[in-house]
DNA sequence: TAATTAAATGAACGTTCGTTTAATTATGTG
DNA sequence: CACATAATTAAACGAACGTTCATTTAATTA
């Protein structure tokens, strides 16, 4: 095998891919080498060309692959059909699945530009399906009048950039617990497009997590 | 002058800061050779050591003078007594601010983690005070009972992703201009803390721009 | 005008980079 | 067990990296 990604769900090529998340993450693409990568899996640099043809499609594959399980866990996720309780559905299955996952999250903002341009569009197209999600969930309760927001695109962009914020500076054993953390995210992005008493499903939750 | 940071103000000096600062939003400090920031201020890489002693201490350089600047501007906008009113001011500030400085603001929180140790904990410390603006306003005007919040540190830092995160989509030229952008921002910000009258101010300013 | 200083050059330094290649080892199938 | 194939190693490739340095050029001061 080489020259492309193929060995797929082999032992060496999860270890390889895991190991680039941990440095790309940590250090930046551009900073680490692939003797770096070859190093933490214990084996040598030109190993990890039986799996990958080369640096790039080693970001490119965790980058896809990342928002590719973000977009199947999120179409998974419990929907209501009230605007209002598909909203809060939807910011508590981002927090919890952006906290899941910090390393790919982080690397999936921060890496995005190191990506070669037939790459990055296929990224990108992704992440606006993600983003289409929310922005769907806010226009439909604009217009059924459940939430009090200017323009949706922009309420959709801020409260993404809110939500996702949490990976930059939440550490487990911190002061707050995740369901704390969830709680207070829920409460404040339900209060910016206008939601201000607690719904039933808010509500539950909350006595639940008191 | 050499190996030091010292020709500060001088004409390359200067050109070599915007090169690097242009360059390093764009590709990222470690994709960024000596060599290409000196061929865009049309220069030698060489020439470069006359007036930063290596590409840290540039790096360091344009972070930690963008911090600088921006508590020095945020310490001259105007403030309110009034918690509701400090607020939005605040986010009126904010939200100029790192719409008009996009490059300076990307690379303080894209190349954070180039930084060595000593280089990091000095640009940490200046974005803990700037971060400290904000969680004052909010916990003041909890305890005066103006805002509907949980939490007042999560509270900032949700409040501040936000509005920060506005660079990672806003271009000029756009659907929306900058006032617009700036009344949705600070309409959501204020009903996310539970505020949800426009005050005089605001109300003042959406007629301004309506 | 002469002396001094600052700035820039252009070449070179040692090192590291991503990647390739040939040889070797491991693996799995008849 | 033999044999084919896949995986890995160790060494090497050329290119690019940050940085240094002797020297030249330009500007300032004496």
């Known amino acids: ?3 492309t990604v193929g060995s797929v769900g082999t032992k060496t090529f999860d270890e390889v891919r895991k190991a680039a998340l941990y440095l790309f993450a940590r250090h ?4 680490v080498s692939m003797r770096q990568i070859a190093a933490r899996v214990g084996v040598q640099a ?3 060309y039986n799996h990958f043809p080369n640096k790039q499609a080693l970001l490119s594959d ?7 399980e973000l977009i199947e866990a999120c179409e998974a996720r419990p929907t209501s059909k009230l605007p209002l309780n598909a909203l809060e559905q939807f910011v508590r ?3 919890r699945y952006h906290i899941d996952r910090a390393d790919e999250v982080f690397i999936a903002y921060m890496e995005l530009r190191n ?4 790459n990055f569009r296929e990224v990108q197209v992704l992440r606006q399906r993600y983003e289409r999600v929310l922005r769907d969930i806010l226009r439909d309760g604009a217009k059924a009048g459940a939430f009090e927001i200017s323009d949706a695109p922009v309420a959709g962009m801020a409260i993404i950039a809110m939500l996702t914020g949490v990976n930059t500076w939440f550490r487990y054993g911190g002061r707050l617990s995740v369901s704390q953390i969830e709680e207070i995210y829920v409460k404040m992005v339900m209060q910016s497009v206008g939601v201000f008493e607690p719904t ?5 939750l909350m006595e639940e997590n008191a």
């Open 46 to 48: 030109g190993a990890i």
């Open 28 to 31: 930046g693409y551009a900073s």
């Open 200 to 204: 039933a499903l808010l509500g539950a």
């Open 1 to 3: 095998m080489a020259r």
């Open 62 to 68: 965790l980058l896809t692959q990342h928002m590719r």
């Open 115 to 118: 990506l070669e341009p037939e």
């Open 93 to 95: 299955f981002h927090i």
